[in-house]
């Protein structure tokens, strides 16, 4: 039986309560412009962050796509982290279907981007060069907010470089719970920004993209070209905005859960806990040990990510409680014996 998947907060299902909301939904058209749950969603979420429009898109991969695509015409180059989710995990979308080169700098332990690296990589107006467009930063990085005041210096930067600022915020919500900040002051610096519903917000199916009203224009042609124009997406932005009525100030819960979880994990003799900072915790298991882990993990009915690296990912969520916790504990620690 399963009791708890710690391999993701992309895997929580909707809770009974949200499910209710979604067979409430008032529908229609969306591609006309005609489902009111979707405006609603997109007008809320523009509101609460700071941006004049949004758009609801299937996913985080599709909302960084048609943001980059936005910003860029062909043979333009986005500026990105070597790790980053867009450059790394979206299967090269910007590049394959957007024709925009990535120009990836390697990133600091702390997700910033070394800005006068950054500098260095903005190319000059010249015909040798792709034209440098868009600056790109992800927030949280592995798990880490973002150091407070890094996005302003990359928009002075981007300001004076005549670049966009655009954010990857998939997981925007858990910072701004961790630095006690507002969305919209974790916002603000950017020209777009791309957040995520169903991550650790709950919501089976969704992102918003926001910005300007004219580039959420473009970024709706853009959806629509991407195969994205859905129709009765209602019943999915109810879901969407139940997760901001009642689900962003709990992820504080998922960051607790993360730091017990490390505090216990520590104690085990062998393990290796990397700080952790919001819901995303990294243990470093004895290579040998991983076989009794996988075998102690499925025992108690635990889906972890233990593949053949070391460096184990435990992700807390909606979907996992205090028992779910200590059933995780006790089967590293069996693991141990
Ligand atoms: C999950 C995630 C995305 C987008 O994911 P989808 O699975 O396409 O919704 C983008 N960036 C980061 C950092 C993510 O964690």
Redesign the pocket.
Known sequence: MLLADFRSD?VTRPTAAMREAMVRAEVGDDVYGDDPTVNALQERLARDLGFEAGLFVP??????LIALMAHCQRGDEYIVGSE???FK??AGGAAVLGSIQPQPIPQAADGTLPLDLVRTAVKPDDVHFARSRVLCL?NTWHGQPLPLGHAEQARALCDARGLMLHL?G??LFNAAIAQGKSAREIAAPFHSV?V?L??GLGAPVG?VLLGSSSLIEQAKRLRKLLGGGWRQAGLLAAAGLHALDHHVQRLADDHRRARELGAELAAVPGLKVEPEHTNLLYVHVPAERLDALRAALAQAGILASVGSSPRIRLVTHLDIDDAAVSGCVAAFRAAAQ
């Open positions: 992309t996913s985080g991969t599709q909302s960084n980053a989710h867009t995990y979206e992800e990857d998939a997981r791309s995520c169903s991550k992102s």
